[in-house]
């Protein structure tokens, strides 16, 4: 790898991570040594870029950085298109549009001898079966989940059985066959699952929770990783 192909990748594990990254990790997923990570350091903190960090403890970016967007690698098309593919055939209508048009916007992007890695990929997913109907428009949910506010359902259980119930939002899962909203509920005061077919209805309320989108995702994660012993990303 050329050097200064290097200091880029340095910049973008660093910039993908929310911890600080030590010249071990860095070196192993480069394939060079600590010692010509270290030298790239320096070399980066020479050219003004806000490293901070030291040698054993790991390095960070500051959050204020700023970078124009760096030519993507073959690799990365790939991994765009794959993800987009997959929410093409399993999103709710409005994000599987916008996948196709990002496929499309990448194509007119990328110099023309990167284009067959898009229109003659060599990567694809399995056709969706199609979700069940969503009880809930999914658009509206995913801009109540970034403004951090309420939404009041009438949930109908696996048993026919209806409650209504306050929930704060946290992430909605899309799957094979249907879709899943991650809540706080206020009825159980606690996390739960709502498969979005079983809202009878839903109101969007314009009271805040109160927490921050990113600390209830927090929360809610800890929730799965001590109920589920699953680690999310």
């Known amino acids: 790898m050329r050097r ?4 880029f990748q340095i ?3 660093l910039r993908r991570s929310h911890r600080p ?3 071990d990790a860095m070196a192993q997923e480069l394939e060079t040594s600590k010692r010509t990570i270290y030298r790239d350091i320096a070399d980066l903190l020479g050219q003004r870029v806000p490293l901070r960090g030291e040698a054993g403890i790991g390095y960070v970016l500051d959050g204020a950085f ?22 093409a055939g399993r999103g709710d209508p409005v994000l599987a549009s916008a996948a196709r048009d990002l496929i499309a916007k ?3 992007a990328v110099p023309e001898k990167l284009r067959p890695f898009i229109l003659e990929p060599a990567i694809g997913t399995s056709p969706g079966r199609g979700a069940a109907a969503d009880g809930v428009d999914i658009t509206k949910v995913r ?9 009041a359902i ?8 209806t409650t209504r119930r306050v929930i704060w939002p946290v992430i909605v899962g899309y799957f094979d066959t249907m879709r899943m909203l991650a809540a706080w509920c206020e009825l159980r005061q606690d996390f739960r ?3 979005t077919e079983r809202m009878v209805a839903a109101e969007f309320l314009d009271e805040r929770h109160g927490s921050r989108p990113g600390e209830l995702r927090k929360r809610w994660k800890r929730h799965i990783q001590e109920t589920r012993g699953v680690t999310l990303p």
Do not use: N
Request: aromatic share 8%; glycine share 6%; proline share 5%.
């Open 106 to 108: 990448i194509a007119t």
């Open 193 to 195: 699952s709502f498969r």
């Open 154 to 161: 009438t949930y109908r259980d696996e048993r026919g059985e």
């Open 21 to 23: 990254v030590t010249a």
């Open 11 to 13: 910049i973008q594990i």
């Open 66 to 87: 700023d970078m124009p967007p760096l030519m993507l690698t073959p690799d990365e098309i790939e991994a765009a298109v794959l993800g987009a593919q997959w929410v």
């Open 4 to 7: 200064a192909d290097r200091l």
């Open 143 to 151: 801009a109540w989940i970034h403004a951090g506010r309420k939404i």
